[in-house]
Every structure is written in structure tokens, then in C-alpha cells.
């Protein structure tokens, strides 16, 4: 049986929630069925590639010019004849637009997924009139969340009846107890002060100002604890500043960006998501996975992820007071913060893990096929 070949174009793959989704499909599909590779629109490809390459993943890279590429659309279809590529999976709206036109004249299917949206939220009159067009010759569109599908129709013109969600999908995560036991003592944390963080780029869209405004105001109502916040980014000048203004520096630990951070979330007894705009958060997805309960902003997918007095609590975005609030009340009940993680992992293992993202996009893939191609997969496996 031949297998089906499917060609996931992107802008590189560096460290990040799209990258992270591809790396995790291609791990996760079934390799008896599905010959799958990577087609770059820009350079240099990022460490995901790297990881992926060494396990025998094919990559390309291009290098996308300023304003609209057309070299680049030859390039693509070039590369899509050569390979006989049979599904071109494009994520994120610029490496679908050139996918799309790169696939004409070949006999490939397009499949968009949007992986999420910009804050505050936009489009143009251009992109109004042409997805429409688009979307005639896409052969299946996807969005990682109900709140990204809604985005995609309202502000781009996609019909929502053209739309799957998929939710993302990850490997969980587990940690390492002795090394836990390292860092903690590395850390300066004490067992008796409940930690409190947040894995995630330092970008404004992360909304950590907020989140440290929130800190500030529950260390103010007498609660004790550390808050552990990990990552990288532009906003770190601004986040010490403002740690400084606060007097923060004894309560919040800056560990910087940490490749395999499972240990940190280990540490924490409540993991945070106070973003002002999310598709579906991995980390989120990591920290469900080990059983943390959590508390985010409701932000384009969060709320969906996390149900509000259920796995966690969902405070209204960007409310300083109402996750200040929040952040009380969970360090307060110790039983509760048991109750939303046990149930926050069983929503993992049935919603959030590999095998049903992989199989909900093999279904997608299948259905693009010709009827006689799908009979020979399916009577194979």
C-alpha cells in the first residue's frame, strides 16, 4: 500500500505552540498509513527541526522575501511535484496563502488550520473578500478552539459550517522526583510555602503585569506563598521593573527559558494562564496533565480548556481584582485545588491527548481523499 504523503508547511520550527502541534502529529500518526514531512517558508528552522530530523523527518526550508513572495509559490509547487506530496496541511494564515496557491496545478489537497489570534483581534477588507475564494479550493479548514473557529468566521470571512475544531493534543508530562527534590532545593522553596507560576514566553500578550498586580494583591491579603514564573522574552526588562515597584523580589523566583521545564511545574501547587489572547495553551495542557489546577483568564480558548468550577477557575480577562480573588481563594482550600487537579487530568486523558488529536486529523486527511483511495486505507488499518 502506498502510503499517504503529507506535507506540513509552516513558517520555520523554532519553540512554540504551532511547532509543537506539528511535532507532536507527525510523532503521533500512524506511520503505516502516513509518510509525513515539513516545508519551511523561512529560515533558520529552530530547534523542533532538529529533534525531528534526527529521528528521520524530512524538512526544506525557503526563505520567504518582504512583501507577497511569488518566487516562493513556485518554489512550493516545485517542491509538492517532486515529493508527489498528497495533502498540504498549512498552519497559520501566511503559510496557508502560499500553500494553497502553490498547490494549483498539482493534485494535492489543502488543509488550513489556524492555531490562533491576535489581541485585539482584526482583519481587512482584502482577506474579507478573498477567503471566501479560498476556501472553495481548501479541501478542509480547522481551528484548535471553538473561540479561534468563531475568530475565523467573524473576522475572515471563513463559513463556520466550513470549520472543525481540533483540540491540540500533547504527550503528558511526568516528573522527575529526585530532580524535583534538586531544584527545589536550588530554588530556596520551602515545603511550607505553596508555589504559585506560570511557563510561558514573556510577551505582553501574556498579560504577567497582570498577573503580578493580581500576586501582589493576595500577598496584601495575608497569603503566603511563592510565585515561580518561567520563561523568556521581550517583556523581561518591564517584569523586573515592575517586580521592583511591588517589592516583589523575596516572593517571585525568574528561573528564564527552560527546554524541559516539567520539573518546575512540578513544583507548583496552582499553574496560571492570565493571557489576553490564547489559542489553546500547551503548557496549560502540560500542566493539566500532571494534575495541577489551574486558573486563567477567559481568553479564546481557555475557557474551554479549563471548566470554570471544575478542573479550575476562570476569572474575566485582564480583572486584576477578580484573579487576585481567585488566587485567595484556591491557596485557601487545599481540597479544592485536589478536586480541580484529579479532574483536570481525567479532562486531559479524554479531550487533550495524542492519540485523539492524531486521530481526528487522520479522519480530516481520509475525507480529502478520492472514495477509492480511503476503502484502500481503511481495509489496510
Not at 285 to 308: F, Q, R, W, Y
Not at 358 to 380: D, G
Amino acid at each position: 500500500m502506498d502510503k499517504i504523503k503529507v506535507l506540513h508547511v509552516t513558517y520555520d520550527m523554532r519553540i512554540g505552540g504551532t511547532e509543537q502541534v506539528i511535532k507532536n502529529l507527525i510523532q503521533g500518526s500512524d506511520k503505516r498509513i502516513f509518510e509525513m514531512s515539513i516545508l519551511c517558508i523561512e529560515s533558520p528552522l529552530g530547534p523542533f527541526a532538529n529533534e525531528l530530523l534526527e529521528q528521520g523527518i524530512k524538512i526544506g526550508a525557503l526563505s520567504r522575501q518582504p512583501g507577497f513572495d511569488t518566487k516562493l509559490i513556485a518554489q512550493i509547487r516545485h517542491h509538492i511535484k517532486e515529493n508527489k506530496i498528497d495533502i498540504v496541511h498549512c498552519h497559520q494564515y501566511t503559510p496557508y496563502v502560499y500553500g494553497l496557491f502553490g498547490s494549483f496545478f498539482t493534485n494535492a489537497k489543502v488543509i488550513f488550520t489556524e492555531h490562533g489570534r491576535f489581541y485585539p483581534d482584526s482583519s481587512s477588507w482584502k482577506r474579507q473578500l478573498l477567503n471566501p475564494v479560498l476556501n472553495i479550493f481548501t479541501a478542509a479548514t480547522t481551528a484548535i478552539s471553538t473561540a479561534t473557529k468563531q475568530a475565523l468566521s467573524e473576522f475572515e470571512n471563513i463559513p463556520s459550517s466550513k470549520i472543525q475544531v481540533v483540540y491540540n493534543g500533547i504527550f503528558g508530562l511526568s516528573e522527575d522526583a529526585n530532580k524535583t527534590k534538586v531544584l527545589s532545593k536550588e530554588l530556596a522553596f520551602s515545603e511550607h510555602v505553596p508555589c504559585i507560576g506560570t511557563i510561558a514566553r514573556l510577551d505582553p500578550i501574556k498579560n504577567h503585569s497582570m498577573m503580578l498586580k493580581a500576586f501582589n494583591r493576595a500577598l496584601e491579603a495575608g497569603i503566603k506563598c511563592k510565585l515561580l514564573l518561567v520563561g523568556d522574552g521581550e517583556e523581561m526588562p518591564n517584569i523586573m521593573r515592575l517586580i521592583t515597584e511591588l517589592k516583589l523580589d523575596k516572593h517571585v523566583i525568574l528561573t528564564g527559558y527552560e527546554p524541559k521545564p516539567q520539573n518546575h511545574l512540578a513544583l507548583m501547587d496552582i499553574y496560571l494562564l492570565p493571557s489576553l489572547s490564547e489559542g489553546t495553551s500547551m503548557t496549560l495542557l502540560e500542566a493539566m496533565s500532571m494534575g495541577k489546577p489551574c486558573i486563567v483568564t477567559h481568553a479564546g480558548g481557555n475557557p474551554e480548556i479549563v471548566l470554570d468550577e471544575v478542573t479550575g477557575l476562570v476569572t474575566p480577562n485582564d480583572d486584576e481584582d477578580a484573579y487576585a480573588a481567585a488566587i485567595v481563594r484556591l491557596l485557601n482550600d487545599v481540597q479544592l485545588q485536589y478536586k480541580f487537579g484529579k479532574a483536570g487530568k481525567e479532562r486531559f486523558n479524554q479531550e487533550f491527548s495524542i492519540p485523539n488529536m492524531a486521530n481526528a486529523y487522520r479522519a480530516v486527511y481520509l475525507k480529502c481523499l478520492p472514495t477509492n483511495k480511503q476503502a484502500s486505507i481503511k481495509s489496510n488499518g
